[in-house]
């Protein structure tokens, strides 16, 4: 029955089949005569239509949609049915394909049949989805028909390839490729994808695109391997299918290997492509790369990609122009465009994988940071580290190091920065909020490079980005400036003034933030407040008056509130603000004068401004001396400056020198008359006057008819025979009438070169016997007198140091003479007058707002008010701060009389504490301006005196003698320490006063750092004269007493100041080349021009040396002055000195002369005081001792030496004596070397690298025998506690023992488990060695506890822990080496450092005895003991700690 049954089927099925056959053919001619009736329903007979409609499908003719009248799946599922129970199944499935494609013979019938079917609307009403599928996509759907549909379809697309479009706008191969996207299921992939790859082939390149691109959503998982061979060999083949080849791999599931191939492909033609296709590429690359690769590929990306070379020549120049007419329309065509939208879809790949892969930023950030070579770094790598940054938070920090370090070192450097903005602005100004948070964090840095960065970022993000950024900018920058961080508001300020230099009519419309931090002035020093009211003068009076004419009148009103105010503070805030503006109008007309025909009416506009302006001031000051001296000051800096118009300038010059001879000089003849507490006399004239001629400083009569120290007002009424005011005025005024003199006659001062010579009218200064019996009052008048009578004549010295004529050089000379006779008097007056308080020499605002520094001060010093109250507390802070290199330094600036040497006793006596007090009053005396210093090129001076009728009457030769070269050297130091420091140095805590340190340098600070380098290197030729000089002195004392510096026949005085002028000549030398701005590549000429100097001291001038020969020279030129050092203090500044220049070098081969020298230092005798320990500073010794181990060759060679033949020789010396190896070692400084060479010895077992069993046998024999040295050193030391047993001793040994222990562990345990059996021996000494160390180190953790000393105890803890750990760690190595029966346990007692034991344990000593067991052999038995008592320590520790416990 069966076999009937499938008879009848097959019968039934032929002549199902005969039917369709014939059905089929008549169609043809039927559809031939329908095809002109449009949107008619397909009828037909044949089995394919029947079907179809059976199912849900009717089929329409002409432009309409085939129409569906069931759900898309309920018509699969019945024509699955159906076809799959016809009774000629699989006969039927041939006849339905065959029905379709006769059916799309026809063009239209075809195109409906790829189009989507439209539903009837009750079904459409009744479904929830409205799409609907294309008549193939459903047929395609069901299983059965699938292949033989796929099939139809590529055998009907070869007819479309190369036709253009329909007219109707379809490209029917893409329609039928669209028809295989997303099917639910592919029933033979396989041939699918051999049928896709063989089209692509063949197919036109537009269509090879469309192909390749459709891949994905085409083929299922398990063909993505077969096309990506196939997809990577075409791309061999045809590189122009490289961007739809690459998108496709990047989203196919491929081989490692494979997709490595093709990168390493596309990395070759990185260069080749285009910008088009170069986002394709980037992320094909970003998406291949894996964890364990990343780093590898960024670097080879970041290497190969050149961006600019991408970026079209158009793009850069629109960026151009866009820059120079912001706000208006490019003209950039279409290609210029595209070029655009490339690069941005380019930065949202990178910045895409960036944020969404952790490996490629951290590797991106990786390779960048490997890159060393400044010339290797692009400004690509800007641009990624700040997308970076603004797209992934976790990796903030680390892009802030990476930045840090590269602007530290060098490799990001303005220029770098500036073309990174110019290129890419585009792309930063979308992450502009980023890039100004990574600019302020910048600026809090404690780096001088870095802070500038920061400024440049501030200042490229105004200067590139668009309005709205740049009111951001303007904005961070406010608050950096009202913040109250002096570094961080100088910062600002200069990129803000910066800012308005360059772009003054963009600052213009955020002028209203800048006004903001007047608000913000009693956080600013003065020099901050000159520049802001500078920024804000230009903003309100640069150009274009009209339109910031609000400006003009906020800033008028705002001065003249201050000028008004009755606060000393705000009314001197004022005066700093209306001069700097009056400079801003006078300096705009002395411009625009020479530029307009029409410049009367407006210069005398400005004329009348200006001179109303300093009228105010002048009135509103007069009042107040201090104010009054301030605005005399600020005007003279406004003059120096050059910014003071001419008319205004001649106006200026005759009032200023009508009323200084007013008020301060009169005729010799005119002599006072009066009740003065002691006799007028005119001292110090250089020129013999008769008593009808010449004129005289008026002085001791001003200041005793009017107390300077009061806020009295002077009389300035016209009809006044005298004009009363304050002697305090004498030196700011004398400067201004000199600045305004010297401007108007180009350098002359011939109109005012009597007041060089003139006497003053003083009385005796010298006190002699009668300063004892001086009353408080009195002293305090001489020393006002004496400070008053220095200021002038530091002025004068400011004023005519740079006059040419020998006359003139003789006379400053003379007056720097008396400067220092002075400064001797004067030490005599404080030392009786200690609660003095001196008048002002310095009026700015940093002198105000502070106490008195002492309660002590008498009632009627208090008086004086509040200029000398909060002067003294600036006084006081200055000492507490003073101007030294280090911290460990401080006793070399300021000498004290433990660094006095016996010669200097001698002659200095009772006076020693003086000296010292007269350093700390420095800030009262007027700054020496830099060029005084140019008086070092003075040699010997002909001075030449004439009579009374002009006839030369004798010859004097003037020459700048010790006493004043030191002075000079002083000031000098003094300077460059204060400027040339790093801002880091000077950084002052939150809520603590600020800018005390630069009290007496207003002057300085008015001139950038590379100016002074640039005014010292031209005296470097003068200083070495005097340098090689001062050395020859102590070479021939030293040849004239046989080496011995304290002979019979010494001049203790000139020995002392040549010693000082040494010392001062040598920190000058290092505070110049020790200043850090020689790394600046527009400073590197400076460095040169100075180590020039320095090398042709040696031998003969050679043009174009090179960098490294120069600081070669130099090393060996000032190497030579090591003979001839006379204290300790010059010979710690030669040392450094020199490893400043070494630093400066790659060669390393003068390191060892640095630790030769340092040693000859440390072994050579210097003087010292009698009733002293010692003449050389700890804080100097500890400094110079580590210089010559960190230099040394052999550290722990140099340690044994020093602690087992120093150290011997000085406990067998006397108890006053010291070690004759070392005589720099004594038992006042044993403590010291101590904690040197604990602190070294550490630090180099710490940095050798632990042993592994990789290693050779060499390296092991070769770090075995290095730490058997480095145990054999430690032995030494730590023995030394049972002769040096004071508590600083201890305390290194504690200290430093654990940490030596603890490198034990980590270094060298590792060495000794692999090294054990072949060195047996070898360890077991080692271990035996080290053992009794620690057992040392037990008994001093008991001695610290029984002392209950707490500076001790704190320490026991850590090191009974790290003992325990080393017991731990060799019973450890002995399981790794198989001996663990050689490891016995024992207890060992608590003793103290004398061996004694500690009673408090005797109830345990049945338990605590030591003992051992016999081995059976000598090296087990050797380290049984070894075990024993390592194991041992960790007992001890546990008693004590229980017996401390009970106690407690």
């Not at 699989?90 to 790829?114: A, H, M, T, W």
């Not at 079209?312 to 866009?322: E, G, N, T, W």
């Not at 020198?657 to 000089?665: E, G, I, K, M, T």
């Amino acid at each position: 029955m069966v076999s009937k049954k499938r008879l009848s089927k097959l019968e039934d099925k032929e002549s199902l089949t005969e039917d369709t056959s014939k059905a089929s053919k008549q169609p043809l001619s039927k559809k031939t005569k329908k095809s002109h009736v449009h949107d008619e329903v397909e009828e037909n007979d044949s089995v394919f239509i029947n079907l179809l409609k059976s199912s849900g499908v009717i089929l329409k003719t002409g432009e309409s949609q085939n129409q569906l009248t069931v759900d898309q799946i309920v018509f699969q599922k019945k024509l699955f049915q159906t076809l799959r129970k016809h009774p000629s199944y699989p006969k039927i499935l041939e006849d339905f394909v065959s029905g379709l494609e006769s059916y799309i013979e026809d063009q239209d019938s075809f195109r409906n049949c790829l189009l989507s079917c439209e539903r009837l609307q009750d079904e459409e009403a009744s479904m929830g989805a409205s799409y609907s599928k294309s008549l193939i996509k459903l047929l395609l759907g069901i299983d059965i028909l699938q292949p033989a549909i796929i099939k139809v379809l590529f055998e009907k697309l070869p007819e479309f390839i190369f036709e253009n479009v329909n007219g109707d706008g379809l490209n029917v191969p893409r329609l039928i490729i669209s028809q295989l996207k997303w099917l639910d299921r592919i029933v033979d992939g396989k041939d699918l994808t051999t049928k896709i790859m063989q089209l692509i082939s063949v197919a036109p390149l537009s269509l090879q695109h469309d192909f390749i691109t459709s891949l994905p959503e085409i083929l299922g998982d398990s063909q993505h391997a077969d096309v990506g061979k196939e997809l990577s060999d075409l791309f061999m083949e045809n590189t122009s299918l490289t961007v739809p080849i690459l998108d496709v791999l990047t989203s196919l599931q491929l081989d490692p290997k494979l997709v490595s191939q093709v990168r390493q492909l596309v990395m070759g033609k990185l260069l080749s492509v285009s910008l088009d296709d170069l986002p394709v590429i980037i992320k094909f690359i970003l998406h291949s790369v894996t964890a364990t690769d990343a780093v590898e590929v960024i670097s080879e990306l970041r290497e190969k990609l050149d961006l600019q070379h991408f970026i079209l020549p158009s793009l850069f120049q629109a960026s151009q122009s866009k820059l120079k007419n912001k706000g208006r329309q490019s003209s950039s065509g279409n290609q210029e465009t595209s070029s655009q939208d490339c690069v941005t879809l380019f930065f949202d790949v990178i910045k895409s994988a960036v944020k969404y892969e952790k490996i490629i930023s951290e590797a991106w950030i990786k390779a960048i940071e490997n890159t060393s070579s400044e010339s290797e770094h692009k400004t690509f790598d800007l641009v990624i580290l700040f997308i970076i940054y603004s797209t992934n938070t976790q990796t903030k920090k680390y892009v802030e190091r990476v930045l840090r370090n590269k602007v530290r070192s060098g490799c990001f450097e303005e220029q770098l920065l500036q073309s990174t903005f110019c290129i890419h602005f585009l792309v930063l100004k979308d992450i502009c909020p980023s890039i100004l948070s990574l600019a302020q964090s910048l600026l809090h840095s404690l780096d001088e490079s870095i802070i500038l960065f920061g400024s440049l970022l501030y200042k490229h993000a105004f200067k590139f980005f668009d309005t709205y950024c740049q009111q951001e900018v303007v904005g961070a920058l406010v608050t950096h400036i009202c913040s109250g961080n002096e570094a961080e508001v100088d910062t600002a300020l200069d990129a803000l003034l910066d800012l308005v230099v360059l772009n003054l009519s963009a600052m213009r419309l955020h002028a209203v933030f800048v006004k903001g931090i007047l608000d913000y002035l009693d956080n600013m020093s003065p020099r901050q407040i000159r520049k802001l009211f500078y920024i804000l003068s230009m903003l309100a009076f640069s150009k274009q008056h009209e339109a910031s004419s609000h400006i003009q009148d906020d800033l008028h009103l705002v001065i003249r509130k201050q000028l008004s105010s009755t606060i000393v503070r705000y009314k001197l805030i004022g005066i700093i603000g209306a001069v700097t503006m009056a400079g801003m109008i006078a300096a705009d007309r002395s411009r625009s004068s020479s530029l307009t025909q029409g410049r009367t009416d407006m210069s005398n506009e400005q004329y009348t401004q200006v001179t109303s302006l300093l009228q105010l001031v002048h009135s509103c000051s007069k009042q107040s001396p201090q104010a009054s001296a301030l605005y005399y000051d600020e005007f003279a800096t406004l003059i120096q400056t050059g910014n003071l118009a001419p008319k205004a300038l001649e106006w200026a010059g005759q009032t200023i020198f009508n009323d200084f001879q007013d008020a301060f000089v009169v005729d010799l003849c005119a002599f006072p008359e009066g009740d003065y507490p002691f006799p007028v006399k005119a001292l110090y004239g250089l020129e013999e006057y008769s008593s009808l001629d010449g004129i005289a400083i008026n002085l001791l009569p001003l200041l005793h008819s009017q107390d300077f120290a009061e806020d009295g007002g002077r009389t300035t009424s016209q009809e006044s025979d005298q004009k009363l005011v304050s002697p305090l005025c004498l030196a700011p005024y004398f400067r201004l009438l000199r600045l305004c003199v010297e401007r108007q006659h180009n350098g002359s001062l011939e109109e005012i070169d009597g007041l060089l010579d003139c006497p003053i009218f003083l009385t005796d200064l010298e006190p002699g016997e009668r300063l004892a019996s001086m009353s408080v009052k009195e002293s305090s008048f001489m020393c006002s007198l004496i400070f008053l009578t220095l200021n002038w004549f530091r002025e004068v010295v400011n004023a005519f140091c740079q006059q040419t004529s020998p006359e003139m050089k003789g006379k400053v000379l003379t007056r720097l003479k008396h400067i220092v006779e002075l400064q001797r008097i004067l030490e005599k007056y404080l030392a009786v007058t200690p609660y003095y308080v001196p008048p002002l020499a310095d009026f700015d605002l940093e002198t105000l707002g502070v106490t008195p520094a002492t309660t002590a001060i008498s009632a009627k010093i208090r008086k004086q008010g509040k200029i000398g109250g909060r002067k003294r507390k600036a006084d006081g802070s200055k000492t507490s701060s003073s101007d030294t290199l280090t911290k460990e330094d401080s006793s070399e600036c300021v000498p004290t009389p433990s660094d006095r040497s016996q010669l200097e006793k001698e002659f200095i006596g009772n006076e020693e504490k003086t000296s010292v007090l007269l350093q700390n009053y420095h800030v009262f005396f007027r700054e020496l301006d830099i060029e005084v210093f140019s008086i070092l090129h003075c040699g010997l001076v002909t001075k030449f005196i004439f009579d009374t009728e002009m006839h030369t009457e004798a010859t004097e030769v003037v020459q700048l003698q010790p006493p004043e070269l030191l002075f000079l050297l002083e000031d000098l130091s003094q300077k460059l320490e204060n400027i040339l420091t790093p801002p880091v140095a000077r950084r002052i805590p939150f809520l603590k006063s600020k800018g005390h340190r630069n009290i007496g340098f207003s002057h300085l600070h008015q001139r950038s750092a590379q100016q002074i380098v640039h005014s010292v290197v031209q005296l470097l030729t003068p200083m070495c004269n005097h340098l090689e000089n001062i050395h020859n002195y102590f070479q021939c004392l030293a040849a004239e007493n046989q080496g011995v510096v304290d002979g019979p026949g010494m001049k203790v005085q000139e020995y002392h100041i040549m010693s000082s002028c040494y010392q001062r000549l040598l920190q000058i030398f290092y505070a110049l080349f020790a200043w850090n701005g020689f790394f600046q590549p527009q400073n590197l000429h400076l460095l040169y021009s100075a180590l020039e100097v320095l090398t042709n001291r040696l031998k003969q001038r050679e043009p174009d040396q090179a960098l490294e020969e120069l600081l070669s020279q130099s090393f060996n030129y000032l190497q030579n002055f090591s003979h001839s050092i006379p204290s300790f203090q010059c010979a710690l500044y030669l040392i450094r000195l020199l490893m400043v220049i070494l630093e400066k070098s790659t060669a390393t081969k003068n390191k060892e002369k640095i630790a030769s020298l340092a040693k000859r230092f440390l072994c050579r005798v210097w003087p010292r005081a009698e009733k002293e320990k010692s003449s050389i500073s700890t804080d100097q010794l500890h400094t110079l001792l580590s210089i010559y181990l960190e230099h040394t060759d052999s550290v722990l060679k140099a340690i044994e030496e020093i602690a087992g033949v120093g150290v011997p020789e000085l406990i067998n010396s006397p108890k006053d004596g010291s070690s004759s190896t070392f005589p720099t070692l004594t038992r006042h400084t044993f403590v010291i070397f101590f904690r040197v060479m604990m602190a070294e010895l550490e630090k180099t077992v710490k940095s050798l690298q632990a042993g592994t069993a990789a290693d050779s046998h060499q390296i092991h024999e070769e770090k075995l025998l290095y730490w058997n040295m480095a145990v054999r050193d430690f032995s030494i030391l730590i023995n030394l506690i049972k002769v040096f047993d004071s508590r600083p001793v201890l305390h290194v040994c504690l200290k430093y023992g654990r940490l030596f222990v603890e490198a034990f562990l980590k270094q060298c345990m590792p060495l000794l488990d692999f090294s054990f059996r072949k060195h047996r021996e070898d360890v077991l000494s080692l271990l035996e060695t080290f053992q009794l160390n620690t057992r040392l180190l037990h008994h001093l953790c008991g001695h610290s506890k029984i002392h209950q000393d707490m500076k001790l105890t704190k320490h026991v803890p850590l090191l009974k822990k790290t003992l325990e750990l080393l017991v731990c760690r060799v019973k450890a190595m002995l399981i790794f080496n198989n001996c663990r029966e050689a490891f016995w346990l024992g207890n060992l007692k608590n003793r103290d450092l004398q061996g004694e034991e500690i009673l408090s344990q005797t109830s345990q000593e049945s338990t605590a005895e030591e003992s051992e067991e016999n081995m059976p052999s000598q090296a087990s038995k050797s380290k049984t003991e070894d075990g024993e008592d390592e194991v041992s320590d960790g007992e001890k520790e546990q008693d004590s700690d229980e017996s401390e416990d009970d106690s407690d």
